[in-house]
């Protein structure tokens, strides 16, 4: 699992990548601490190379908007595949989040 | 500028040697509204205060100098100045100023209330306050959001300048205030109205009384306070002990005005119909897996699911509450045809063939 993050302009851009489980949600938690800081920024979760999602990597994107909120940013969820699609509808996170 | 004679450079020099002590009462004017407006919850547009600047006084004391024996006698040293959306919150603060500081009646004015009855124009309320702790006096504006721009930009036109007002112009000013005292009055009793109406739904939902309040953002939040969703959702999350995260539900208002619900009696009834088929979709796609975190939208989400598609809204009736929840994205589509797909072999499907 490995997660970058690039800044462009007003926006802060993860890059997620590889399969987010329990084993992978500390070290992805760790990697994601800048975007809670973000003010007033957008950040977007792209997540075109992420192929798994597991309770533990919502709990990480749940914080990430709660943070983003609190901070007055906003937080856009990118190109999930279909499995973390069908994830996202199931546990009702397509309210939580917007899906682009 | 004329000279200054002795006696107004004597209180000008006064005034400098005062510097300090007037920023400083200007920053405890400033933090006192402050806090009590913080207090009150009272929602201002501006709050701010100035020092007199050295020039302004200048010209002052060039025009009627001889008024003031001292300083302390110039009441306008600091001045404080609130502006309100509504009328009535000026009459509130106004109470609340005279609980924070001493007013000084005699000097105070209430600009409101000195036309006569075919005249308009400046509208405000100015106290002349004294601060504990403090032997200055200051001024304090209190006015509307549409007072405070009819006077700035009366003020804008000239009309401190000195020059006289050519009684046309005045006159297109004054139509203008009588025109923004209406529309002030107006803000003021649809928010009284508005204030009203919640009541009134508040008790109609209160007393179970639902086909009568008809569903829009207001009526939505209310009906929703009383959590009729819970039981649904604590089933769900009963499935794989998962914990539920709240989630707003104001982006459902226009899914359910698109499933033909009108009033609150109507949501209730979709709610009560489709709840144990809400449940059995999200047995059917949580069973399976191990997933222990859910949104406080489930059971609403799978509720119109559900609903769209046991009256045969197919894959476009989806596509429509996923763009109504979502907003317009390409992925819109595929979600619909997932949701479809994992709903389409259970009982509740039988009317979309």
């Known amino acids: ?100 | 500028m004329e000279a200054l004679d002795l006696h107004c450079q004597l209180i000008l020099e006064q005034y400098r040697e005062s510097q300090s002590v007037l920023q400083q009462m200007k920053e405890d004017v400033l933090r006192c509204l402050r806090e009590a407006l913080d207090h009150s919850g009272l929602i201002v547009t501006t709050l701010e205060a100035r020092v007199k600047t050295e020039q302004s006084l200048a010209g002052k004391l060039a025009l009627k100098g001889g008024k003031y024996a001292t300083l302390e006698d110039i009441t306008d040293l600091v001045g404080a100045r609130v502006v309100t959306f509504y009328t009535d919150d000026v009459d509130r603060i106004a109470s609340m100023a005279e609980q924070l500081f001493e007013i000084d009646w005699t000097n105070s004015v209430d600009k409101r209330r000195l036309h006569q009855l075919d005249s308009f124009g400046y509208n405000s309320l100015h106290y002349i306050c004294r601060m504990p702790g403090y032997d200055f006096r200051f001024e304090l504006q209190l006015r509307t959001t549409l007072q405070h721009a009819w006077a700035a930009i009366n003020h804008d036109t000239g009309y401190k300048s000195g020059i006289e007002i050519p009684h046309e112009y005045m006159r297109r000013m004054n139509r203008l205030a009588g025109m923004l005292e209406m529309a002030d009055d107006e803000f003021s009793r649809i928010r009284t109205e508005l204030a009203d109406y919640r009541r009134r739904v508040q008790k109609l939902v209160r007393n179970g009384k639902l086909d009568d309040v008809l569903l829009d953002g207001d009526t939505f939040r209310s009906y929703l306070q009383a959590d009729p969703l819970r039981k649904l959702n604590k089933r769900i999350a009963a499935i794989n002990q998962a914990e539920i995260q709240e989630a707003p539900l104001t982006r459902y208002l226009r899914v359910l005005k698109e499933l033909q619900c009108n009033t609150l009696g109507d949501v209730d009834r979709l709610i009560k119909r489709y709840e144990d088929d809400a449940y059995l979709l999200a047995r059917h796609q949580l069973g399976n897996t191990d997933l222990d975190i859910l949104s406080s939208a489930i059971g609403l989400q799978n509720i119109c699911i559900v609903c769209i598609l046991s009256t045969g809204g197919g894959k476009i009736g989806l596509e429509r509450l996923f763009e109504a929840l979502n907003g317009h994205n390409s992925q819109n589509g595929a979600l619909a045809e997932l949701t479809y797909n994992q709903a389409r072999n259970l009982p509740f499907m039988q009317h979309d063939n």
């Open chain 1, 1 to 100: 699992m490995t997660t970058t993050i690039q800044e462009d302009g007003n926006q802060l851009i993860a890059t997620l990548a590889g399969r987010l489980d329990t084993a992978a949600a500390v070290a992805t938690a760790e990697a994601v601490k800048p975007l809670l800081e973000a003010q007033g920024k957008e950040i977007i979760l792209d997540c075109s190379g992420l192929e798994y999602i597991s309770s533990s990597g919502l709990r990480i994107f749940l914080s990430i908007r709660k943070e983003a909120a609190a901070h007055g940013s906003k937080v856009i969820v990118r190109s999930i595949n279909a499995d973390i699609r069908q994830v996202f509808m199931m546990t009702g996170f397509i309210s939580l989040f917007e899906i682009q």
